[in-house]
């Protein structure tokens, strides 16, 4: 079974706008090529609503999401980014049968 990991971070300002000068920051996307890519993620997505980015991931573990989320140079961009502390909620998949994609 794969877990479900939602995370809400507050933003300052426009959330669109914080996107772009976030893909545009040549030092954002060394941190990232610096922090690797993350062991068990199987997807990412992030959206923006009211002040807040919101990611919504699927990781093989909760464990995995966690060690990520120790990175260092994913708490900096984490810090960059977000305004305090992020809310992050995880959900065990239960295969219903109703599964769609």
């Known amino acids: 079974m794969t877990t479900l ?3 809400r971070a507050r933003v300052e300002g426009d959330p669109e706008e914080l996107a772009q000068r976030y893909a545009d920051d040549p030092e954002m ?3 990232l090529q610096r922090a690797g890519q993350p062991e068990g993620v199987l997807r990412h997505r992030t959206y923006a609503s009211d002040g807040e980015l919101i990611v919504v991931d699927e990781w093989e ?3 995995q999401f966690q060690a990520w989320m ?3 140079e994913v708490q900096r961009i984490l810090g960059t ?3 305090g ?4 909620m995880f959900a065990d998949q239960v295969k ?3 599964e769609v994609g």
């Not at 502390?85 to 992050?88: G, I, Q």
């Open 70 to 72: 120790n990175n260092p």
């Open 5 to 7: 990991v939602i995370m």
């Open 85 to 88: 502390r992020p809310d992050v």
């Open 81 to 83: 980014l977000a305004v």
């Open 61 to 63: 573990s909760a464990e």
């Open 29 to 31: 996307l060394a941190a």
């Open 96 to 98: 219903m049968g109703d």
